[in-house]
Every structure is written in structure tokens, then in C-alpha cells.
């Protein structure tokens, strides 16, 4: 006797099975991520088809993101004012990013399927080189007696 199966049903149990797909592709790539040498060829296809579906889903994060980072590089007003629009450019630049690493994730584009965006994840901390800190205040300092 078969069992019927609703359309309802049958969609939880194939996003279930893509869920614990992905769980397990990041699991088995974040395993083997301190080793400096060069990964094998499935290994960089199942980094870049992850990183490929993280930063497509997870681009928006950047939004708070550049308003933190703008606002601690050169203060609060800055990073309320201009933080909300570089990180809109970076929602956009991450969101496409991740759509062509999951388009082409097969095809070892840039060379040996490295990111084409840094840093790889947007949970990730910026590169040091991104990070410089003004030597001068963000705002001048005003003197208690008025000068």
C-alpha cells in the first residue's frame, strides 16, 4: 500500500535534505579550513558553492555592518549617515557575488575557486588593510571655555 504524500509535505522534506546538505558541506569545509596547503578540487567546489549560498543569503548583514565599522573609523555621526549607504553597496556587491560563486561553483574561477570577495563571509572581521583609524578626531574638540 503507498502512502500519499501532500505537495506541503513533500516541499519540508526536500528543504529539509538541502538543509542538512549545506549543514554538512559547511561542516566538512570548516573541518579542513587550518590547513594552509591547497585544497583538493572537491574541496574548493563545496567552499565556493557554500560561500556561493551564504553571501546570496546572508548579504543584508552588511547594512549594520559598514554602519559599525564607518562609525568607529571615523565616528557616529559618519557611520549614521554614511554607513547605511556603503553598506547597501555591499548588500548589493555580496548578494551578486554569491549568485555568480553559486552559478559558476563547479568552474575554477578566480584560481583554485578563491574568494572573489573579502572577506569570504560577511560574520567574518574586514581585512587589516580596511581597518586603518584616523590619526585625527572624526569631529574637533571644543574647549570647556569656549575656544
Do not use: H
Amino acid at each position: 500500500m503507498m502512502l500519499a504524500m501532500s505537495i506541503t509535505e513533500g516541499r519540508r522534506i526536500l528543504t529539509l535534505g538541502f538543509a542538512v546538505l549545506c549543514l554538512s558541506l559547511a561542516c566538512a569545509v570548516g573541518a579542513r579550513a587550518e590547513q594552509p596547503s591547497s585544497p583538493s578540487v572537491p574541496e574548493g567546489i563545496g567552499t565556493k558553492l557554500v560561500r556561493g549560498l551564504a553571501n546570496l543569503t546572508t548579504g543584508v548583514g552588511e547594512i549594520p555592518k559598514q554602519i559599525y565599522l564607518v562609525g568607529k573609523r571615523e565616528g557616529w555621526v559618519q557611520g549614521a549617515v554614511r554607513g547605511p549607504l556603503e553598506g547597501f553597496g555591499m548588500f548589493i556587491a555580496r548578494t551578486v557575488v554569491g549568485a555568480y560563486e553559486v552559478v559558476t561553483f563547479p568552474i575554477p574561477v578566480p584560481s583554485d575557486y578563491q574568494p572573489a570577495l573579502l572577506p569570504d563571509y560577511v560574520w567574518q572581521p574586514e581585512p587589516l588593510s580596511q581597518l586603518t583609524v584616523p590619526t585625527e578626531p572624526a569631529a574637533p574638540m571644543i574647549k570647556p571655555d569656549g575656544r
